[in-house]
């Protein structure tokens, strides 16, 4: 089955500073990778996606890209600011069947530092 | 403009106590997901409704069960909780009609185990 790694686990930048966090994912048959933002005692909210035949999306400071040859994607965060503080998880769409869940990779709690 | 709408939000029951949690959704979405979320991890899928057609995952306990009596809705039911069982539990929406594939998640319910 699908598995997705996520990098790193934790990760501290300065209020202004580039944040990234790294996924890769096993199943070259996945298709459809969405970031999801996780505040404190609230549930994901996706933030932006990609899909396999496209190889970067951008969204104001939130940008992503997709290797599918290396079957890795990133998410970049430019101009960090405090409200950037949760933990992000990365997620690959796997199909089975007719139909699709999500793996989740383990999550990257992003701490901005005023 | 709510769009994932749980309840409650917090719920707190006894041991071995049947509990319901419930979800609500205004997307008109036909798939209708159950994840369970403890501290410091990712969401793990515990079951979903693709319309009318219920899928358990495989590693989902028996104690959990599942609801859908119309688009709208969806139950979970613990029905004997266990300390193990104190966790967040997510509700998710998507449509998957053609290439749309977004998940999107209701606030959570923070459920306790006593």
């Known amino acids: 089955g699908e598995n997705v790694e996520q990098h790193p686990s934790t990760l501290s930048v300065q209020e202004g500073d580039s944040a990234v966090i790294k996924c890769t994912y096993s199943d070259s048959a996945s298709n459809y990778f969405p970031w999801y933002k996780q505040e404190l005692g609230k549930g994901p909210q996706l933030i932006i996606d990609i899909r396999s035949n496209v190889g970067e999306k951008k969204d104001q400071r939130i940008a992503v890209t997709l290797n599918k040859t290396a079957k890795h994607f990133s998410l970049h965060i430019t101009e960090t600011q405090p409200e950037d503080s949760a933990v992000y998880f990365c997620?690959?769409?796997?199909?089975?069947?007719?139909?699709?869940?999500?793996?989740f990779g383990k999550g990257t709690k992003l701490s901005v530092k005023p | 403009d709510a769009m994932v709408i749980q309840n409650p939000r917090y719920q707190v029951t006894q041991f071995g106590k049947p509990v319901t949690l419930s979800c609500s959704q205004t997307?008109?979405?036909?798939?209708m997901y159950w994840y369970q979320q403890k501290s410091s991890q990712a969401p793990k899928l515990l079951f979903h409704?693709?319309?009318?057609?219920?899928?358990n995952e495989a590693d989902t306990p028996d104690n959990f069960q599942s609801r859908r009596p119309n688009t709208s809705f969806c139950f979970l039911d613990i029905r004997s909780p266990g300390l193990g069982d104190a966790a967040m539990y997510l509700c998710?929406?998507?449509?998957?009609?053609?290439?749309?594939?977004?998940?999107?998640f209701g606030p959570g319910t923070r459920l306790t185990v006593t």
């Open positions: 997620a690959a769409y796997l199909l089975r069947g007719s139909q699709g869940n999500l793996i």
């Open positions: 997307l008109n979405h036909n798939v």
């Open positions: 409704y693709y319309d009318k057609d219920f899928n």
């Open positions: 998710a929406t998507s449509r998957t009609s053609g290439r749309f594939y977004e998940q999107y």
